[in-house]
Structure formats: structure tokens, C-alpha cells
């Protein structure tokens, strides 16, 4: 008996193996990575009341004209794609990161719009993530008042510092001692900033006085989200 009669099952197999081959039906299929986490940085975020939103999204087509024509005025490579609203505001979806100066043209066009509120908007800004940093080598209890430093007396400290003036804080920060039995505190702060994480950037590793005492600036990529106890310390 031949092969080909003992296992004809295999042999239809095989042929239909290659004619799916030859018709590319065989191939795998592409597999996509995508490498943006949360909102994309070819982004312009205009936050401003919902039905400022509205008006402006109902003449897409022109503002979108616009706001290209206004962007090559100033000689900017940056093309506006499209505009929908989102959450409270508009995305400007672009094809490359919009610079500084590309968000104030996009800003004095917008104001300058006939169906726009123009109090009732916010500058426009890159998408922001909330990252993370820590102040160590901070006194537990206050040098003037002997009192437990609170996140309040933080957010006052961090407002009279220079080197906090474009920072805007996520949350409360929240003050942490060190141990038991030590008087110095960690003090742990969440701030905004824009996907390329610049602002973060500059803060790392820099120093400044509280009272008497040189505090240093830290990145971490973790919060501490349970507070802790004030009678154990745990």
C-alpha cells in the first residue's frame, strides 16, 4: 500500500497548508505596541466651561483652519489635526508636541474666538502626569513653635520658595517621621508636570533651608498612601 493511500488525511492537510500560505491567509498578523501611557503628549488640553466647549466644537472645521494658519505665522511645524471635547474643556489633537510659544498663539487665537468665553477658559497646556518627590533632613517639630509640622506649614514653606514658583501641587503633601525615636521628618509631594517631566527634572537633588536646616530634594516613583498613626508610629 502506498503512503499517499494510507494517510490521505495528511496529504489534504498538507496541500491546504500551502495554498493558504501562497495566498498570504497563513501569515501572522502584525502586532501593534503601543508606547503611550494615558493621554497622548501630541496633545493641547484647553480646559473652559462645558458649553464654551460645545460652541467651539460645533465650528471645528474653521477653528481648525485657524489655529493652522495662526501656527504658520509664527513659522511653527506643529499642524492641528483635529478638536474634540473631553472631560472639562477641548483636546487639540496635533502632529508634534506643541512648544511654548506654539500654546500661547493656540491661546490668544482661542480668546480671540467670537463663541468663546474668554473668562472662562484656562491657558492651554500639554497632557500632565502626577509624579512624585520627597523632602528629606526637614525638623519633625517646628524650631519657632515646637509644633508638629503639618502639611499646611509644607505647602507655606514650598509658596515662599523661589524654587517652587511654577510647581503646582496634586495633593497635600504628607509629613512623615523618620522613626520613632528620630526628630526629623520625610515629606513626601505630588506634583503636576508635563509628560517630558522637566519641571520634576529641575527639582531633583536640589537643596533648601527650613529654618536652620538644608533639606534635599528626592525623586521616588512610589507615595506612601496610608498615613501614619501619631501614637505609634506605625
Known amino acids: 500500500m ?3 493511500e ?12 500551502v495554498q493558504r500560505i501562497i495566498s498570504g491567509e497563513g501569515k501572522p ?16 488640553i484647553v480646559s473652559m466651561s462645558i458649553d464654551n466647549a460645545n ?11 485657524n489655529i493652522n494658519r495662526t501656527l ?11 478638536i474634540r471635547v473631553k472631560n472639562k474643556g477641548v483636546v487639540i489633537s ?7 510659544l506654539d500654546l500661547q498663539s493656540i491661546k490668544k487665537y482661542i480668546k480671540s474666538a467670537h463663541c468663546i468665553k474668554a473668562n472662562q477658559m484656562e491657558p492651554p497646556r500639554l497632557p500632565q502626569s502626577k509624579l512624585y518627590l520627597k523632602i528629606i533632613g526637614i525638623l519633625y517639630l517646628s524650631e519657632q513653635t515646637n509644633a508638629y509640622i503639618i502639611s499646611n506649614n509644607i505647602e507655606k514653606i514650598l509658596t515662599n520658595n523661589h524654587i517652587f514658583n511654577d510647581i503646582v501641587l496634586a495633593s497635600k503633601p504628607r509629613v512623615i517621621k523618620v ?14 508636570d508635563a509628560q517630558s517631566s522637566m519641571k520634576t527634572k529641575s ?23 496610608v498615613p501614619q498613626c501619631k501614637n505609634c508610629w506605625k
Open 2 to 4: 502506498k503512503i499517499k
Open 6 to 17: 494510507a494517510f490521505p488525511s495528511l496529504q489534504n492537510k498538507k496541500i491546504k497548508l
Open 29 to 44: 498578523k502584525p502586532h501593534i505596541n503601543m508606547i503611550t501611557k494615558g493621554s497622548s503628549h501630541k496633545q493641547v
Open 55 to 65: 460652541k467651539f466644537v460645533k465650528e471645528s472645521s474653521i477653528h481648525i483652519t
Open 72 to 82: 504658520k505665522n509664527i513659522k511653527s511645524d506643529v499642524i492641528a489635526d483635529f
Open 94 to 100: 496635533t502632529n508634534k508636541i506643541a512648544s511654548p
Open 179 to 192: 522613626s520613632l525615636k528620630s526628630d526629623m521628618a520625610i515629606v513626601w509631594i505630588d506634583i503636576w
Open 203 to 225: 527639582l531633583i537633588n536640589r537643596r533648601f533651608n527650613v529654618g536652620s536646616f538644608i533639606t534635599t530634594i528626592h525623586g521616588t516613583n512610589m507615595n506612601p498612601g
